[in-house]
């Protein structure tokens, strides 16, 4: 049931406890390896499979797929594919080096070699979770990228092997889980151990992901999908109406809140969602997904405050003058400005990716970006060291670090 | 005991199962605040404390003790100061904006609003660790930076306070460990939540770390520093002992490999290691230490391999032409090039944070750096919508996301 409020509440999240069956995953996958992944694919999936081969998707394969789609579907995915690589672009920083007189120094930038994008799946197909993954890696170019995704078998399209090959993934292994995790963990047989993992995947493979940080490099731990939508009544009901649905289908844990200064408008806006919920073909788990949001009174000032505090996934300013707000956001993890802006337009193409942190996570997070698929490596060259081995003398000395200071001395 | 090998050997490290005391300290101040803090003061460190306002210091007295401190000290510190703040802006992106005809789009760059550093501590000082955690947070600028160090009393002294200032620190709390570190997690009456922490801690911090990623911004989990040296028969064995002394000296769990293509120069290096040992300050550490490390026989294309496997904190390439190796090192925290560019300088006063993933970590991680401490927020003002809803369309069609669909359509 939505409510229409003059203060926030506190939603109050169904995280289920499934740490130890994670546990259990894990460790079976870390002593049996493939056999593990068969056996877990059989009880969790309810597939047999009698080789783990059967599951992969190899380079040439993607490459042939790709070649064979018509020039309609190429244009739009190129299309997508270029807008998107063209925004990660603006974060490029390349290696640099300084050189004076007495020392050379720098930073070296290389890409994480082995990233494994986790792409969720199940009984629908998400073609933007692919490219949203992968635009980020193409500016740094990792030495291999490889998919592991739950898709069923009857959904596996030549639209999602072509755009895996179009954003330059190796090979994909279509299965999904803490059990395919596992394997890109540890590394099995046929599938190898990646560097890092990026991808959102369900609570179990959250909270797998939150285990293995540390082993392996993890994006960020996301949870359900979140939108905070301010608007003034300016905007028809009907469209914010639409918005919060596209919100909410998301999956019955999603969550929006509707902030306006008008409380005449929330009324209507009210009997809108409820109107025109009916019609919305994935109803049923916007019914759902009803209950974690909320429709709020509020002057412009005191929303500020509140977004700052919950720093929503997505948030979308649906007022006139929408630039004025922005300099007051502190924590957000993508900002849709004016009446026109749709969140869902960015959920597939403009450029920012739609890998979020989400649960106030954004206020030390960022969304995918470059920064995560390269490692920065100082570089340090003394050419004349007069003037480092005093200071480092002082400081070593301070540190009781005596063998510091004689190794800062002792070259000439 | 020391050994030269042939083949490289598996160091076994000896992590304490710690999860669980960990885990309760975390539980009692989540529970009982600043009074189970007062606990763990008295029962892990020993110290009875009436008041926690006795281990905080504030900025009015970090800015006191700064303007009393003698001119030669100021100009040391200031140096440092400089020289850190210069490297770390190479890396500086603004926030950007493109303006298109049918949409503008950019990237909101902002700081990571309340920042905690962790300085270790207890029987010495270490001033460089908060300068090498504070300098690269300076670009970026948080509202607020303050430090938590179990530095103890009698240690505390006009250096650390004067250095704590000028690298922009709000408030110190001395004390650490988990109790401390937990209290910055939830926030406590006198200790204010932290968005992220920084900094390295013993075991027992690293596992708490690991605990409250996600709930926090965590910037690695560091564990026993490592170095790899690599050097030809050309640098005395003499300036590699004392390289090879100042990094065991750290702590008992320190490691050392020196790689070497001359079988005659490793047993020199061998004999050196054990004469000048005696005389080492610190010997007692290194001696317990040298089990962690060993001299390993190698051409230098079998060593690029090993370094990269192992992925050390620290790399130093002593050798003619070092430049030539650099190239090929993918994974790596920090590289000292040439014979002069003795580790101890990047400890205290190049450029590059100290702060350094450890234990293979460095094939994901990067040092410390200005993107700890910002957060990148994705902007999308849409000007006229016709291209975005045509590829939306198509996407969210295929997603089966029909809300999407509709929201994206219905806008003129």
Known sequence: MLKILDNIIFLKKNFLKIKNKVKIIIKDIKKYGE??????????????????????????????????INI????????????????????????????KKDI???????????????????????????????????????????????????????????ISYLNNI????????????????????????ADKITGPGNYFVTKAKKIFFGNIGIDMLAGPSELIIICDSKIHPYIISLDFFSQLEHDIYASCIVICNNKKYLNLLYKYIYKLLKIQKN???????????????????????????????????CIKNSNKILKYIKNCGAIFLNYKSSESYGDYMIGPSHVIPTNKTSKFFSSLNINDFCKKIGIIKIINN???????????????FFSHLYSSIIRK
Chains 1, 2 share one sequence.
Request: glycine letters at 4%; one cysteine or more.
């Open 170 to 193: 190796k090979k994909i292994i279509f299965s999904g889980g803490v059990h395919t995790l596992s394997c890109v963990v540890f590394g099995t047989k046929n599938i190898i151990k």
């Open 35 to 68: 056999n593990a992944l068969i056996f877990y694919i059989k009880k969790i999936d309810g597939i047999y499979l009698k080789n783990i081969k059967k599951i992969i998707i190899n380079n040439n394969i993607l490459k042939k797929t790709y070649n064979k």
């Open 72 to 99: 309609y579907k190429k244009t739009i995915l190129k299309e997508i594919y270029i807008r998107l690589k063209r925004y990660h672009h603006h974060n490029f920083i390349n290696s640099w080096q300084i050189n």
């Open 104 to 162: 050379i120094y720098g930073q070296k930038i290389n890409s994480i070699e082995k990233i494994c994008i986790y792409v969720p799946g199940g009984n629908t197909i998400y073609p933007s979770s692919i490219f949203m993954n992968c635009s980020p890696s193409l500016i740094y170019k990792p030495k291999t990228i490889f998919m592991i995704s739950p898709i069923k078998n009857g959904l596996i399209s030549n639209l999602i092997l072509s």
């Open 283 to 317: 109803k049923k788990i916007i019914f759902k997904s009803l209950n974690n949001s909320f429709l709020l009174f509020k002057t412009i000032i005191n929303t500020i405050e509140i977004i700052n505090f919950f720093s929503p996934e997505h948030l979308m300013i």
């Open 386 to 400: 007069n003037y480092s081995k005093n200071i480092s003398s002082y400081i070593s000395k301070i540190e009781h």
